[in-house]
């Protein structure tokens, strides 16, 4: 396997069915730092986005850009064709951006039920159709409403989080590393819960160590390094190009042929 070559490229979905589109995205941290360096990705309705690259590649940093948590400084981000570029978060959330983070995403001192509810603080009247909506999919979370945050394992305090992310009903999800720190099972269990996501008609964007099982479930993926979109394409076409598998992967992806 010694082509070289880059990952074909998939052409980008119509402007019309796009979500989330970032062009030519500069932002950083610190003043003259830049982490993300003219970094582009788009997002179409109902589809499943993956992001992997080795780390400090901006993969997290990206996400937050779209969320308005670190400043970007050239480029533009928009949403169903409209610019929030540099949006507070409340305010994403109202337009129907959803995003959980890596570490720290639920109240751990709350119940269950108090964490779903502060996903709805701005609209408290609708939280029984959301919380049916939120249980169809984690229905474990159903039966132990009053259970407190912090006494769960990571992968259910995972799920607290998602459903939280979910009561706003939002068009895109931004999934900060939803396998971190769990175990293979219950890593297996997270990306089943992001596809039933995915399925329900959110559109995702997810970041994930885990390179292998995130080009597996998503749509489309884009591989960052360096703070650019180094290669993009579909999951099937990233898991198998060796461009990718070389620079990336190691040896995954070489023995499932």
């Known amino acids: 396997m010694t082509n070289s070559s880059p990952a074909p ?33 788009t997002a179409a309705q109902g589809e499943l986005i993956g992001i992997i690259g080795p780390n400090g590649a901006g993969k997290s940093t990206l996400l937050k850009s779209i969320f308005g948590l670190v400043k970007v400084r050239e480029g533009g981000i928009y949403l169903h064709g409209e610019e929030i570029t540099n949006l507070k978060a409340n305010k994403l959330v109202g337009q129907g951006v959803g995003f959980v983070p890596q570490t720290e995403n639920v109240f751990p001192s709350l119940t269950i039920q108090e964490n779903l509810e502060m996903g709805l ?28 945050a912090g006494s769960l394992s990571g992968g259910e305090r995972q799920m607290v989080a998602m459903s939280r992310a979910l009561m706003m009903g939002p068009h895109v999800m931004l999934l900060d590393e939803p396998s971190a720190g769990l175990s293979p ?7 089943m819960r992001v596809r039933e996501i995915n399925r329900a008609g959110v559109t995702t964007i997810m970041v994930e160590q885990n390179a292998r099982r995130c080009l597996e479930i998503c749509d489309r993926g884009y591989v960052l390094d360096q703070g650019r979109d180094a290669y993009h394409g579909t999951g ?9 598998i070389g620079l990336y992967l190691g040896t995954l992806g070489q023995d499932e042929e």
């Not at 998939?10 to 003043?31: C, F, K, M, S, T």
């Not at 049916?132 to 039966?143: A, C, M, S, Y």
């Not at 099972?185 to 990306?191: G, H, M, N, S």
Request: proline fraction near 8%; charge should be neutral.
């Open 9 to 41: 490229a998939v052409a980008d979905p119509p402007a019309e069915q796009l979500v989330v589109e970032v062009r030519n995205v500069i932002a950083g941290y610190l003043p003259g730092v830049n982490i993300l360096n003219g970094c582009s990705l």
């Open 185 to 191: 099972v219950r890593q297996d269990e997270a990306f």
């Open 236 to 244: 099937r076409e990233l898991l198998n190009d060796p461009k990718v």
């Open 121 to 148: 603080y701005l609209k408290p009247k609708g939280f029984k159709e959301r919380l049916e909506f939120v249980t169809e999919i984690f229905p474990e979370l159903g039966k132990r409403l009053t259970q407190r």
